[in-house]
């Protein structure tokens, strides 16, 4: 690869003469402010650093794809002109591309990411979000965000806050959709047209440990509540360094989290001024998230979940190496007061899923919630803690601690219709009748109280 050796050494020699002194900036940090004149110099030394690699890196993709980029970009433009032309958009307006990738091996992919240099224009942070909208709507963009987060950034804390950055980024973007689950799983529908992997490539079959997304939506639910993420600043993008997307050149490159590299668009459309699209308030539920998310569910309603179910998309759960909620001792005192405990009856035949949306409507915004449904109501205590008599005439509980990331619903599976296991009521779960909030978290390697 002599072209692509070529670069490199064009690159560091670049770098390291010269009157100016090019500074990459320290992760989590914005770029140091200077005066305007010196803004220019670098400004412009930037653009000719990218200039080069760009114009280099199309030669050495050429000579890897054998025409794969012109065949990958005209889809990507028949797919963005569709959008060009709509009432009220700019024709300057960068669109978002496929994700396509170039056919390169890992290695010689991260070999290309790594001689794009990094900008080294000032990095402006974002402005907080401030998540609106109604109660069911906020609920789904917690567990649109959670998903991202889990999915693209793992169980690592600094990379799920860095993916939920970008997103809401996007949401903010003119080019992108309005809504956190808008942006999520945009072109989910095809294989080539998502924004996010896990969307459409079948990852959505495994689903997170009970602590584990408990504590995503946790994380999702603070950056939404205006905690910002100031190491990526304002990037719209991002991709793992052992791969190489059609559109990663063209971009900005302003920051890395561990393997994961982040880029915003070049010029006004990667500005602060850029970031002014509304959030449209109104999320709509998403099917490939019945499974892991009882807001989703809830709206769609049972019917809809089982056909999904029945083309491929029942969970399979995955262990994180950490403590499962269900596995934690329950607190040994009963609570002060039943304030958010509610109990309802749940006779009812088939699957039980109307129960789930009783109890999201009965608990409205109460931040702490509970409730107990009983097959048949008469003669009960309606009291915490329970007898053991009562824990078996229990047939639906759904608990929710917004401080903790909980909101899980299980059905006692002897008398509801699940398509889940993980769904049922089973006895390594009846602690949760009596639970009350008090999780011990010091008790939990690795938690994040948040």
């Not at 939506?217 to 950056?223: F, G, I, Q, V």
């Not at 009812?348 to 789930?356: F, H, Q």
């Amino acid at each position: 690869m002599p072209i692509f050796v070529a670069l490199q050494y064009f690159l560091i020699v670049s770098h390291s003469c010269g009157d100016l002194e090019e500074r990459r900036p320290e992760f989590g940090q914005s770029s140091i402010l200077v005066d305007r004149s010196s803004m220019t110099r670098f400004a412009i030394q930037d653009r000719i650093y990218q200039a080069a690699a760009a114009l280099t890196l199309l030669v050495v993709l050429a000579s890897f794809t054998g025409g794969t980029i012109g065949q990958q970009r005209n889809i990507a433009s028949r797919l963005a002109a569709a959008h060009l032309g709509a009432p009220g958009v700019p024709s300057d307006l960068p669109l978002p591309e496929p994700l396509l990738f170039n056919k390169i091996d890992p290695q010689s992919a991260r070999e290309i990411n790594a001689a794009i240099p990094f900008s080294t224009s000032p990095m402006p942070v974002a402005r907080p979000f401030a998540l609106a909208g109604d109660t069911a709507s906020r609920e789904k963009a917690v567990d649109c965000l959670a998903a991202a987060m889990w999915y693209e950034g793992g169980n690592d804390d600094h990379g799920q806050r860095a993916v939920a950055q970008v997103v809401l980024n996007r949401v903010r973007h003119p080019a992108f959709p309005a809504t956190v689950c808008g942006v999520v799983f945009q072109g989910s529908e095809r294989t080539t047209g998502c924004q996010f992997t896990f969307t459409c490539d079948g990852a959505l079959r495994r689903t997170p440990s009970e602590f584990a997304w408990a504590e995503t939506r946790a994380r999702a639910r603070s950056a939404l509540g205006g905690l910002v993420d100031a190491s990526v600043g304002l990037a719209t993008h991002y991709h793992t360094d052992w791969v190489h997307p059609i559109w990663s050149a063209k971009l900005e490159k302003i920051a890395q989290v561990d393997t994961h590299l982040f880029f915003r668009w070049s010029g006004k459309w990667g500005q602060p001024a850029a970031m002014r699209q509304g959030y449209a308030g109104h999320e709509q539920p998403i099917t490939k998230l019945a499974s892991l998310s009882l807001s989703h569910r809830a709206e769609l309603g049972e019917d809809a979940v089982m056909i999904a179910d029945a083309t491929g998309l029942v969970p399979v759960a995955v262990a994180d190496g950490k403590t499962t909620l269900a596995s934690l001792e329950a607190p040994a005192m009963p609570p002060p007061s039943l304030e958010g405990v509610h109990f309802i009856n749940a006779h009812e035949e088939g699957n039980g899923g109307s129960l789930a949306m009783q109890a999201l409507n009965v608990c409205g915004d109460q931040k702490f919630c509970k409730v107990v449904g009983w097959l048949e109501s008469s003669g009960r205590a309606n009291a915490l803690p329970m007898s053991s008599a009562d824990r078996e005439a229990v047939a639906f509980l759904y608990v929710r601690d917004r401080r903790t990331g909980v909101d899980r619903a299980f059905w006692n599976c002897s008398h509801f219709e699940r398509t889940s296991s993980s769904q049922c009521l089973g006895a390594d779960r009846a602690r949760w009748i009596d639970f009350n909030g008090n999780f011990q978290s010091d008790r939990r390697s690795g938690t994040q109280n948040t």
